[in-house]
């Protein structure tokens, strides 16, 4: 083997041993760099006579051409080796399962009460919405519950430390009946002096407060309130309404409907509704549902409106009742806790 085959393997064994392409650059320098092998070895032919130059100097060429294509080849590999490392850095397990983004979704007392407002809406009511709140005089004076009169004590009231004009507290309304007079009252002078009043139907449903924490009762609730005020509305008129009302609610016919005498300060006679069940889990049992009764005379003056040409009927039920009867929830807490193991199961 001549001297240019010893080189050009040194060169190739020289450019193995380099595994990084900084160390392959140093070992280029030493074959082909300025003052490498083979710029020696060009050098060293000016010594040598004309007709020896050619040969000698094609050997030379054909020597560096050589290794520069060992060189390249070599570049090619470390290059080709690095994006492997690369890219099996980066792979993506295709297989692996996509995350998924939960699906969101209506509480289920939210949900029961867009079921009330759409079913009412379709019986023509309005929905209306109140402050959370109140007087004193919306949450009791004006529903016939005057100051020092014991019927106020049927509900633990929450106060809110903040008077109003006359001097008295400022409640977290204990019940929806408030929305009765505001309703009434804007409604009522909304057509004032005219010949004609259209009814008031409506109802207003929304949270409610009162100081009671059990299994049935949370200090934070929901109830719907429901006003239907006009020249001749009946107790008959509320009995079809609202059975026709929890028929719909509850998707079944076989559902019976009865008073129960009760009181309520604004309402005279009071009536409590029971509902039973002809089938289902539920079946055989009278169920209270809501209160009601016909608007007391002193309850439509406070409306602005005239007791001897005006009439109706005024019920208010809650709403996470019926969304427990509905969906076979037997502790109301369930609703309030806000764990999605129970929550999600509405979605
Ligand atoms: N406000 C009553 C309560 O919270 C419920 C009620 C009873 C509302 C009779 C009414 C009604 O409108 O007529 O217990």
């Known amino acids: 083997m001549n001297e240019l085959d010893t080189l050009v393997d040194n060169a190739r064994a020289a450019f193995a041993n380099a595994t990084a392409p900084a160390d392959l650059e140093n070992a280029k320098a030493q074959f082909l760099g300025k003052s490498g092998r083979i710029t020696e070895l060009m050098k060293g032919m000016a010594q040598l006579p004309v007709d020896e130059k050619k040969s000698r100097g094609a050997a030379i060429n054909v020597a560096k051409q050589a290794i520069e294509a060992a060189l390249t080849e070599r570049r090619q590999q470390l290059a080709d080796a690095e994006l492997d490392v690369q890219l099996r850095a980066e792979a993506l397990d295709v297989t692996l399962p996509g995350r998924r983004r939960a ?132 107790f008959k008129d509320l009995k079809v309404m609202y059975l026709d009302f929890v028929r719909t609610f509850f998707e079944t016919d076989a559902l019976k409907l009865r008073f129960r005498p009760s009181y309520f300060p604004f309402t005279e006679p009071s009536a409590e509704i029971d509902i039973m069940f002809e089938q289902g889990p539920l079946a055989g049992r009278w169920l209270e549902v809501s209160g009601s009764g016909q608007v007391h005379p002193q309850v439509v003056r406070n409306m602005g409106l005239d007791p001897e040409r005006y009439i109706g009927f005024a019920f208010g039920s809650g709403i996470d009742r019926l969304a427990m009867l509905r969906y076979g929830v037997n502790d109301l807490r369930l609703f309030f806790d806000g764990d999605l193991r129970f929550l999600s199961q509405f979605q």
Request: net charge negative; proline share 8%.
């Open 103 to 234: 699906g969101g979704g209506l509480h289920p007392v939210a949900r029961a009460q867009e079921r009330i407002e759409a079913i009412f809406a379709s019986m023509g009511f309005d929905v209306a919405d109140g402050p959370e709140i109140e007087t004193d005089w919306y949450s009791f004076t004006s529903l016939n519950n005057p100051p020092n009169h014991p019927a106020r004590s049927m509900q633990d009231t929450f106060y809110v430390d903040m008077k109003d004009e006359e001097g008295l507290l400022f409640n977290l309304r204990p019940h929806t009946s408030p929305m009765q007079v505001r309703y009434a009252q804007a409604h009522a002078k909304k057509y004032a002096g005219q010949e004609h009043m259209p009814d008031i139907r409506v109802i207003a449903p929304g949270r409610t407060y009162r100081v009671d924490s059990d299994a049935t009762h949370s200090p934070m609730f929901h109830q719907v309130e429901g006003l239907w005020i006009g020249e001749n509305v009946s």
